[in-house]
């Protein structure tokens, strides 16, 4: 397997938003980044990705952007971005921005002239369709609830967007809008940055005609019409485009975020031989506590087992492993956080937190840490919708309360636990006013618990979740086995322990980790010969063990590694 810079890297997710304000007026910022790029550097991460700073309405927080080569007014200006560039290479580390050309807002210039007339040169920039017996062109359903088309009154016709009624999709089939986007590309690389984060890229190729959804299951997501835009029929060539135009004349990093592919998609789109990715983003594990497929199983509240976290985990790992590359991640921008999804945030919030990095990190792949989840941040609960900000979590709840007429409280309990603005709270560097985020109002209120929360507390707390961060990261970084070794799954019945191992050139690396706020019992198979392995790591006080018996204390994790030569 071929090394790479970004195989052996850690990224860290910035939410511009949310992470640091320079001005105090309440909205993080690039100089803000800038301030905070040692703390990045001492944590150990390499890699930064930057959730969209571009030009944008912020109907979907930067993701419907208007202006792909401009920095929005919020967050400071390209002088501030280019010297926050320079800063982050100055420290060793790189860039990755975010690719959001499956749709532009429609305050783009592009859709502002696409919708003036149906003869517009700009017009088949955009999927456009007359309506079909008085109704929308087709059943397709948005991913932020209702239909996916819009009506135009000026040309009587309606356009697709996927998301937002102000994100109308960009049509691929278009070969200048295809142009359009690479130059835009090369416009970025050339300034200096190191990489893409590609948004809903899976997205980008529609079935020719774009025929009705099947409706065959009531809860399977390809009734919204799935099976005719994910993976669409020309997905694979516009990307080998886009390597050939683009991507092949530089040293980048490529994530795909790919919603319902599975490992073998993975193996296409990221083999060393005639992949188009460096690695994707995949949801398999993402939807293990929801009921996969379907729009309203994202916001069901399900319990899941630990055997079936171990099945997809495994699988990607299995299929992947020597062919292409796996990313490893808990939490994102469009996710809630990990500690209270599939930790314990109460009881063991700093044990089950430092197990959960020790069971994900450790695996092959290329680790993310979203902003505030190397401290540990939690789930908030809002007492009021109105104290919410996004568009996908107000779209639910109307849809839901407000037209459906269903329960509220049940409903803001699935926002309490799902809803993406878990993520999107202030960065808790202190337990000053606001956390130390911002002086002013921030645009998203302050989780509460930042009294106890916070960077500024665990800095000083040898014990931390953010030292043990720091730590592990270490770790990974000087064993090769922790890199590049092969995954064994251990025990895949075992419903309170995720035991595998790691193994490389002679070395072999047992990790295990203890799900439940309960001690157990784990039984090391005599194979790895416990007393012959050193512990590198755990997040409890290392204990001798006798025999090959562990005692694992609730949400403890343990890593050995032994030499086998």
Do not use: C
């Amino acid at each position: 397997m071929e090394r790479k810079w970004w195989k052996e890297g850690v990224v860290y997710q910035v939410y511009p938003r949310s992470f640091n304000d320079s001005n105090g007026d309440g909205i993080g910022d690039l100089r803000g980044i800038t301030e905070k790029l040692d703390y990045l550097k001492d944590l150990g991460v390499d890699i930064l990705w930057l959730s969209p700073v571009y030009e944008s309405p912020n109907d979907d927080n930067g993701y419907d952007i208007s202006n792909y080569r401009a920095i929005m007014d919020e967050f400071g200006t390209m002088e501030d971005w280019e010297t926050m560039l320079e800063e982050i290479h100055k420290r060793d580390m790189r860039l990755v921005m975010d690719l959001v050309v499956n749709h532009t807002s429609d305050e783009h210039e592009w859709f502002q002239e696409a919708r003036k007339s149906k003869d517009n040169p700009y017009r088949d920039y955009y999927i456009w369709r007359d309506g079909k017996d008085g109704a929308e062109p087709n059943n397709w359903v948005s991913f932020f609830s209702g239909s996916a088309w819009d009506y135009d009154e000026e040309t009587a016709q309606y356009y697709l967007h996927l998301f937002t009624r102000k994100q109308p999709d960009l049509n691929w089939e278009n070969e200048q809008v295809r142009k359009e986007v690479f130059d835009m590309m090369k416009f970025w690389l050339d300034k200096g940055i190191d990489g893409f984060r590609m948004d809903v890229i899976n997205l980008i190729s529609k079935t020719p005609g774009l025929p009705d959804a099947l409706v065959t299951q009531a809860k399977n997501l390809y009734q919204w019409g799935g099976e005719h835009f994910v993976n669409g029929p020309r997905f694979m060539e516009f990307m080998n485009e886009m390597n050939d135009e683009v991507l092949q004349h530089y040293d980048v990093m490529t994530v795909g975020e790919t919603a319902m592919v599975k490992p073998e998609d993975g193996v296409e789109f990221t083999n060393e031989e005639d992949g188009v990715l460096s690695m994707v983003f995949q949801f398999d594990h993402m939807e293990i506590d929801g009921l996969p497929g379907s729009q309203e199983g994202k916001w069901s509240v399900q319990p899941w087992k630990l055997s079936k976290m171990k099945e997809i985990m495994s699988d990607w790992q299995h299929t992947l492993n020597g062919k292409g590359w796996n990313s490893l991640y808990l939490e994102n921008h469009d996710q809630p956080r990990s500690v209270s999804r599939f930790g314990n945030d109460k009881e063991y919030h700093k044990e089950s937190a430092k197990m959960l990095a020790t069971w994900y990190q450790l695996m092959q792949g290329t680790p993310y840490i979203y902003q505030g989840q190397e401290i540990g941040m939690t789930n908030v609960k809002y007492d009021s919708i109105e104290d919410y900000r996004d568009v996908e979590i107000h779209n639910w709840y109307n849809e839901q309360v407000t037209e459906k007429g269903k329960n509220k409280q049940e409903i803001m309990h699935s926002i309490f636990v799902k809803g993406r603005d878990n993520a999107r709270t202030p960065m808790q560097w202190s337990g000053e006013k606001n956390a130390g985020f911002t002086p002013d109002e921030p645009w998203i209120k302050v989780n509460p618990n930042y009294t106890s929360i916070n960077v500024e507390d665990q800095q000083k707390d040898e014990g931390s979740i953010l030292n043990y961060y720091k730590e592990l990261i270490r770790l990974r970084k000087n064993h090769d086995v922790l890199l590049y070794g092969s995954y064994k799954l251990l025990d895949p019945e075992d419903e309170q322990v995720y035991a595998y191992e790691r193994e490389l050139d002679g070395e072999v690396a047992l990790i295990v980790a203890n799900f439940t706020k309960e001690a157990v019992e784990y039984q090391v198979d005599s194979s790895f010969e416990l007393k012959t392995a050193q512990q590198v790591i755990g997040n409890y006080p290392n204990e001798e063990e006798n025999g090959e018996q562990l005692h694992l204390k609730p949400y403890e994790a343990r890593v050995y590694i032994k030499t086998t030569k």
